[in-house]
């Protein structure tokens, strides 16, 4: 089992790697550790067609070292970090977290990290958007809290501001603060803070300490080619290649970064899309906007690009076609296009009602078909074929995407592989009005014939990654974990939680290009390149 997965190298490593894009950064005056509240990033894209990830922590909270920038301990956090202040004696941070919900409450937490240790506890006993918070002294901590809900008088413009005390605060158990000890006079709301100031510290830092810090987060594609090089698309990269050695050969930066990348079939030449978000800049406000690009892999350069006017995903077919459509369901509806392995533009035409499906090494594109009209019913798998009729791909159905027809959940459907000619294999997530349920997340192998399942691997969890071969599937989840299962039985192989120096990483996207090896793409931006083994 130790020997089953192992990490050789990881690329795109470098200080403050774990925190995602920083928000508030603070300094330990007497032990000089530093404690970074950062944001990796939602995992969840497109929103529609793809397994449920919701209630995924994506802020984190990490403490370093002042002297080496060495990661001591990683928390997770449901909202991002507000504020912080250190014991005037203990090694303790106390962390101010929380936001609005956009529909009512102002949720959040007080949590007290100890700078040694690394356990965190959560004081709140319930949750509470926490603006501010400031040692007084050793026993009296103040803090700024926001109303309750949006009802309140001046809720957007004021808060409450409060001082708890504790002979110890070492022995604060978890949810001992009650609602009674946050009531307080009525004063203005601190500002957030906007994170510009912590990337400077962030980039200063690491460029005293020899290495340079930047921001990389939600490696969504990693993929190989065929003479050793690899590529990623990420947060902070439409997409950067890196030599067999590892070396960054080149990279195109982009603050929002790539999505999905499609190698054309001469691996000459790489398609990328982003979708560009609105942002402040010197000049005044960026529109946000939409790029479809074709880069060469020799040098980076683009070689065409244009924009859809919406934002797109990629679905490809085996042997380098290639469909691009919009990732969203709009009132105006974007073309599909079709193009060949050559990258010439075959057909242009409108697939409705039609979700992402991300299945890697597919015969032909594959799709989910959702059910007509606004009653519920049974989501179909579909694939477009090449043969054209009126100037379109045919789309033909192969089988419901629930191979169990008596079921009355929501089936979402995950990523996927094909396994030669004649097998699928993919993830799935069942919902009801109950929300996500134990065992109610699948990794199924089913015949592209007729559907019918081979076998069914349940778990307690959505599949973020999934990529495999005829002996062995790799399957990827949000706690960490890499499963590897019998691509003929269905049985795990092995299962291993992916650590780096220590510490716990989520992957977000894998490829196996050969058996053997495994790359993983992470949520804080990193790849990690992997030896694995079939043995147990």
Not at 504 to 523: D, M, Y
Request: charge should be neutral.
């Amino acid at each position: 089992m130790a020997h089953a997965l192992s990490i050789r190298r990881v690329l795109g490593d470098g200080p403050f790697a774990e925190i995602g894009d920083p928000r508030l950064v603070a300094v330990d005056p007497r032990h000089g550790a530093i404690v970074v509240g950062g944001d990796v990033g939602s995992i969840r894209w497109p929103p529609l067609g793809t397994a449920a990830v919701d209630g995924w922590p994506q802020y984190r909270i990490g403490v370093f070292g002042g002297r080496d920038l060495a990661c001591r301990h990683l928390h997770h956090s449901h909202w991002p970090v507000n504020s912080v202040a250190f014991h005037p004696s203990l090694p303790l941070a106390a962390v101010g977290t929380g936001r609005y919900d956009g529909s009512w409450d102002f949720e959040g937490e007080l949590l007290l990290v100890d700078l040694e240790s690394g356990t965190m506890t959560t004081a709140l006993e319930e949750r509470r958007e926490v603006l501010a918070v400031e040692w007084l002294d050793d026993r009296r901590l103040r803090l700024m809290v926001s109303p309750e809900d949006r009802d309140s008088d001046r809720a957007f413009s004021h808060a409450h501001e409060t001082v708890i005390e504790r002979e110890d605060w070492s022995g604060a158990g978890d949810r001992t603060v009650g609602f009674r000890e946050l009531t307080g006079p009525i004063v203005p709301r601190v500002r957030p803070p906007d994170g510009e100031r912590a990337r400077a510290f962030l980039r200063d830092r690491g460029a005293a300490a020899g290495s340079p810090w930047e921001l990389r987060r939600q490696v969504w594609a990693v993929e190989t080619l065929d003479d050793g090089r690899v590529l990623a698309a990420f947060q902070g990269a439409r997409i950067e290649c890196r030599l067999p050695s590892g070396e960054l050969q080149w990279t195109v930066p982009d603050l929002d970064g790539g999505r999905q990348i499609h190698v054309c079939a001469d691996q000459r030449s790489a398609w990328v899309h982003v979708r560009h978000t609105g942002r402040l800049t010197d000049s005044g406000w960026r529109r946000a906007g939409n790029l479809v690009q074709r880069i060469s892999l020799d040098n980076g350069r683009s070689v065409e690009e244009y924009d859809p006017g919406h934002a797109v995903t990629f679905t490809a077919g085996r042997g380098g076609r290639l469909v691009v459509r919009e990732a969203w369901p709009a009132r105006d509806r974007g073309e599909t296009v079709l193009l060949a392995p050559d990258n010439t533009e075959t057909a242009r035409f409108v697939l409705p009602d039609h979700e992402h499906f991300a299945v890697r090494r597919a015969v032909e594109p594959l799709f989910v078909q959702r059910p007509e009209g606004p009653s519920p019913g049974r989501q179909w798998v579909v694939a477009v074929g090449s043969e054209k009729t009126d100037g379109k791909p045919p789309v033909r159905r192969l089988f419901p995407l629930d191979w169990d027809g008596d079921r009355s959940m929501h089936v979402f459907a995950g990523p996927g592989t094909c396994i030669g000619n004649d097998a699928l294999v993919h993830a799935a997530t069942l919902h009801d009005h109950r929300g996500l349920l134990a065992q109610n997340s699948f990794v199924v192998r089913r015949g592209l014939a007729d559907g019918a399942p081979r076998w069914v691997y349940g778990c307690d969890e959505p599949v973020t990654a999934l990529d495999g071969d005829d002996r062995t599937v790799f399957a990827a989840f949000r706690s960490g974990r890499i499963v590897a299962i019998d691509a003929g039985t269905g049985r795990p192989r092995w299962e291993r939680v992916l650590h780096v120096s220590g510490l716990p990483v989520v992957p977000l996207s894998l490829t196996a290009p050969r058996a053997g090896r495994l790359l993983v793409g992470t949520v804080d931006g990193r790849i990690l390149d992997c030896a694995t083994s079939t043995r147990p």
